[in-house]
């Protein structure tokens, strides 16, 4: 099947962009190939559940998908954009301010650039790294919270502890639905093996205190019963103490990268659920972005890596209180 167009994609890198007119299929087999996928879109569901076990979902390209098509995505990208993310960054002077005050506690967290141990943090260890491991592990040791709840962990986890052991306190729950190995040889943490979906507000108000962190790392989607819609909906709103919030992998004030959309179609909502949930609510205030800092403030942010690390990332820190009200 299709052994013209395997054949060419053999010299071609999976999620690398390739230019109009570089020849990447046989057109023959596309045609073909696309009559046959139009039959399978509305197919028996019995149908798609085996081909979803099997790692690829056929959905239908219209106005109506969630789906973006590239060239929607192209057209965005090659004009300003009408859509603004930038209201909830007004505070210029306090976010410059407050990146200035992390960087007290920067000098301290010199991790090696490579390890062999998975229990080691390395910069080049998973995709946790850059300004976002440096800012993780500077607003540990400048809050110093008695407790950080982790939804979502792994080599984040790493850092919490460096920070934790100099501050010499501080308790440490880890919740992870899929648990990395290294994560149960660790000592100081509180593991459990389960999904964001099951957490009770009820555990996070018992765990939480008035200065801790909850750490937010999902798998970004917000679609029917995600991980997301039920931490925005159910869980944030609903805290009942003054707490700071990490969020990952979100880029605002932009959008998504487009390589990140057009060539490893990634399609991440979360950052616009996060986005329209701190609009207008007085009870947050944003604190720290490694984007919004590589835009604006870059030659800080460099300081603030000691060049041990390249800067930037896409971590995002605001403060809630428990007074959560808009106007």
């Known amino acids: 099947m299709l052994p013209k167009t395997l054949q060419i994609l053999k010299s071609i890198p999976r999620g690398q962009y390739v230019a109009d007119d570089v020849v990447c299929y046989d057109d023959a087999e596309m045609q073909e190939l696309a ?36 060239s929607e995505i192209e057209d965005a990208f090659s004009k300003k954009s009408n859509i603004c993310l930038d209201y909830i960054f007004q505070d210029a002077d306090f976010l410059k301010n407050f ?37 993780y592990y500077c607003m540990i040791r400048k ?36 648990p990395k190995d290294f994560l149960y040889g660790i000592e100081n943490i509180e593991l459990i093996k389960s999904k964001a979906q099951d957490i009770q507000l009820d555990f996070l108000n018992k765990n939480l205190s008035d200065g801790d962190i909850l750490f937010i790392d999902t798998t970004h989607t917000v679609r029917h019963n995600s991980d997301c819609l039920y931490i925005y909906l159910t869980l944030l709103p609903f805290i009942q103490h003054d707490i700071i919030v990490h969020v990952h992998d ?22 616009y659920l996060l986005y329209a949930y701190l609009i207008r609510n007085k009870s947050t205030k944003v604190l720290f972005g490694s984007n919004y800092h590589k835009l604006k403030n870059q030659k800080l ?26 106007g």
Not at 108 to 134: I, R, V
Not at 250 to 271: A, K, N, S
């Open 35 to 70: 009559a046959t996928l139009k039959k399978l879109v509305f197919a028996p569901s019995k149908l798609r559940r085996f081909l979803q076990e099997a790692g690829v979902t056929i959905t239908r390209s219209d106005v109506y998908s969630e789906i973006p098509k590239i």
């Open 99 to 135: 990146l200035i005050e992390l960087s007290i506690f920067s000098n301290e967290f010199d991790p090696p650039k490579h390890s062999s141990d998975p229990a080691e943090y390395s910069w080049t260890h998973g995709p946790f790294s850059y300004s976002d491991a440096m800012s």
């Open 143 to 178: 809050l110093k919270p008695k407790n950080i709840i982790e939804i979502g962990c792994g080599t984040s986890t790493l850092v919490a502890q460096a920070a934790l052991k100099k501050n010499g306190s501080g308790r440490h729950i880890a919740i992870e639905p899929f």
């Open 250 to 271: 979100i880029y605002l004030p932009d959008t998504l990268p487009l390589q990140m959309m057009r060539d490893h179609q990634v399609y991440w909502g979360e950052q």
């Open 301 to 326: 942010l460099q300081n603030f890596m000691h060049g041990r690390h390249p800067e930037g990332g896409a971590s995002f820190w605001f403060s809630q209180s428990k007074a959560n009200s808009r």
